[in-house]
């Protein structure tokens, strides 16, 4: 680390170029992503039919809308070689439904495709007919391998630039795809599908030899896979919340919640003993997902001891997220999913829209020997330090760490979300202690604790020099092996500098274990604090 750093305005110039991304032009503002800016997409599986309408910053997209119906269309599809009859009723009900809301969202149409269920059987194209009949939506009928490449593409949407292997389980198929740089690989779809398991005759003795030999079939295609284990589907999902459950784990957010081949063993161990109609309850999930997670843990034990990966991760992003992967163009593929989201929230919810970048470059010298991925995390920080203003002041802390640990943020381990919310608590606060969110802190060490704490404090005092873009500004100066935070104040920031913002420079002081000394500039007299 140097002994002092500070940030030139060459640097602050450069944080401007468009192919910087982090600070540059956001593409949130481009037409060719605000034409996804508002994009709907229905999934016709062989156990549900969800809607989901996604809005916001195209690159990282919330969820405007999400609704799923249980329709179990694929259920007895192996013996009857047909579609359940009351599937179908009930997703005819449902795509119905859907158009309506549809049209009252102005969406101006909805791409619907659908996977094994339709595929597989006999009287798919009847269905889909009546569908359009009846809706006049058109279904895209998907095989496995597109099924494979979809999946994916909606964990790369959260994760850009991963390497691993996509598990997606449905119904009726599971299908497994190796991304690697952003790119997506080999793809094998199989019928791994719990529905289809329940129709093995001979019990779990058979279903154990089945699911096996279809195992090693499908290492022998994907070769080895010593990566990251990405697994979607609503049935990964149910288990990745029984393990929660098991392990008493705070953060409630399956997205990038992470198991261990140890953990997966567990908790299969622990659904065989449980009884399932309490343990559904306890962990909120619905009876016809419960009543396939036996079969599933079936499978996922035999995937993990046949791939060994490195760790699992759970992907709530999936075909339905690959679907607008799709549409992006490469250049926003390429963007960061947290930096593009956190510019849109800037953008709409900030007092001062755009003063997160002069925060991050005032701030930064403090920072400066941070890894990239630390790095990241502070500039989004900075962009989000302003966004909840709106909430009562005795609350903004915790609505803020609230808002960064549970939102619908891409591309943020858990550990990170607690960083990022901690930072964000700070923003408003002095102390953590005493909120409703000790238990998370846990989920970092204190160190990094403490690291969130000097970050949320420099913004802190940093938010209170709001000066226009023209303005000259004053810099911060980090002396580490010395202990000395230097504050070199313009002649624009002289009467900005009062109690207030005094204090809270004191308060970041305290936090670094530092000395303070300020400066104000073209002849004023230097004094230490």
């Not at 006999?122 to 269905?127: A, K, V, W």
């Not at 900005?496 to 400066?519: D, H, I, N, W």
Request: with cysteine.
């Amino acid at each position: 680390m140097n002994e002092a750093t500070e940030v030139p305005d060459a640097a602050l110039a450069q944080l401007d170029h468009p192919d910087m991304g982090l600070f540059g032009r956001p593409l949130f503002q481009d037409p060719s992503a605000r034409a996804l800016s508002r994009v709907g997409v229905v999934d016709v599986g062989s156990n549900s039919v969800r809607l989901v309408v996604f809005d916001g910053a195209a690159r990282s997209p919330a969820y405007f809308y999400n609704e799923k119906i249980m329709c179990a269309l694929g259920a007895g599809l192996s013996e009857s070689g047909k579609l359940n009859p009351q599937g179908r009723v009930r997703a005819l009900s449902a795509l119905r439904r859907f158009q309506h809301l549809a049209q009252g969202m102005g969406l101006p149409e909805l791409t619907v495709v659908a996977t094994a269920a339709v595929r597989d059987a006999s009287d798919g194209p009847e269905f889909r007919e009546e569908v359009l009949r009846e809706t006049g939506l058109r279904i895209w009928v998907i095989d496995g391998e597109e099924e494979a490449r979809l999946s994916a593409q909606g964990v790369l949407l959260g994760w850009p630039g991963s390497f691993g292997l996509v598990c997606d389980i449905g119904g009726s198929s599971m299908e497994l795809a190796e991304i690697s740089g952003g790119r997506v690989g080999r793809r094998v779809s199989s019928s791994l599908g719990p529905l289809k398991l329940q129709e093995i005759k001979g019990g779990k003795a058979a279903r154990r030899v089945h699911i096996k030999e279809t195992m090693q079939q499908l290492q022998e295609t994907m070769g080895v896979q010593r990566d990251r284990l990405f697994l979607v589907g609503g049935s990964w999902r149910a288990i990745a919340r029984i393990d929660m459950h098991r392990r008493n784990y705070p953060l409630h957010v399956l997205h990038e919640y992470r198991m261990t081949a140890r953990s997966v063993s567990a908790t299969v161990k622990f659904i065989q003993k449980a009884d399932l109609e309490e343990l559904r309850a306890a962990c909120g999930i619905s009876s016809a997902r419960m009543s396939l997670v036996p079969l599933a843990t079936e499978v996922l034990s035999r995937l993990v001891k046949t791939f060994r990966p490195k760790d699992i991760a759970i992907s709530s992003y999936g075909i339905r997220e690959g679907m607008l992967y799709e549409q992006m163009p490469q250049r926003l593929r390429d963007r960061d999913p947290l930096i593009e989201s956190c510019r849109f929230a800037e953008a709409k919810d900030a007092r001062m829209p755009g003063f997160g970048k002069l925060l991050y470059a005032f701030i930064h010298p403090i920072f400066r020997s941070v890894p990239d991925a630390r790095r990241r995390l502070i500039k989004a920080a900075c962009l989000l330090h302003d966004v909840s203003w709106r909430a009562y002041p005795d609350y903004r802390a915790e609505t803020c760490f609230d808002n960064a640990t549970r939102a619908n943020l891409g591309g943020l381990k858990h550990s990170e979300r607690v960083f990022l919310g901690l930072a964000l608590l700070h923003r408003y606060s002095n102390k953590r202690q005493g909120t409703r969110f000790e238990e998370l802190y846990d989920l970092i060490d204190e160190k990094t604790q403490l690291d969130a704490e000097i970050l949320g404090k420099a913004m802190r005092f940093g938010s209170m020099l709001w000066m226009t873009q023209d303005a000259e500004r004053g810099t911060l100066r980090w002396f580490p092996k010395k202990k000395v935070l230097h504050l070199r104040l313009t002649p624009d920031m002289v009467p900005l500098f009062g109690e207030v913002a005094e204090a809270r420079l004191m308060s970041l002081a305290s936090s670094l274990g530092a000395e303070v000394e300020v400066k104000k500039i073209r002849g004023t007299a230097q004094r230490s604090i």
